[in-house]
């Protein structure tokens, strides 16, 4: 059975649409995004509507297992997981022309083992 959540704020994470009022649900995976009347055209006639009353929708985590602190602030560190030491400088040079003079640059995910010659 189809399931046809509306009057919403839900954020999409489509750049294209960022932003709809309603959700059609089959079983557990989300089939479209939009407003009422448009979806509600998709729906076979059988879906159950359930009004949001204006609630807001984010798309969810579904990691298994993240600890999402420290990975939030590795987002603001360089990505050194690369295939060579060439790489990862590059990397760092160019976080180092934005960076002000005297401000620590931080790294993360490199594995010197792949830098090896072969």
């Given amino acids: 059975m189809l399931r046809l959540l509306f009057n919403a704020r839900i954020h999409t994470q489509d750049a294209a649409r960022p932003l709809a009022?309603?959700?059609?649900?089959?079983?557990?995976?989300?089939?479209?995004?939009?407003?009422?009347?448009e979806l509600s055209g998709l729906s076979d006639g059988k879906t159950n509507a359930q009004d949001m009353q204006g609630l807001t929708i984010l798309p969810g985590m579904t990691d298994a297992h993240?600890?999402?602190k420290s990975y939030s602030l590795s987002l603001e560190?360089?990505?050194?997981?690369?295939?060579?030491l060439e790489e990862?400088?590059?990397?760092?040079?160019?976080?180092?022309?934005?960076?002000?003079a005297g401000e620590w640059i931080l790294g993360h995910g490199w594995n010197q083992n792949e830098w090896l010659p072969s």
């Fill in 21 to 37: 009022s309603a959700l059609l649900i089959d079983r557990e995976r989300v089939v479209a995004a939009g407003d009422k009347d």
């Fill in 88 to 100: 990862c400088l590059k990397r760092i040079a160019e976080r180092a022309r934005s960076t002000k």
């Fill in 77 to 84: 560190k360089v990505d050194c997981e690369t295939g060579t």
């Fill in 66 to 68: 993240l600890h999402f």
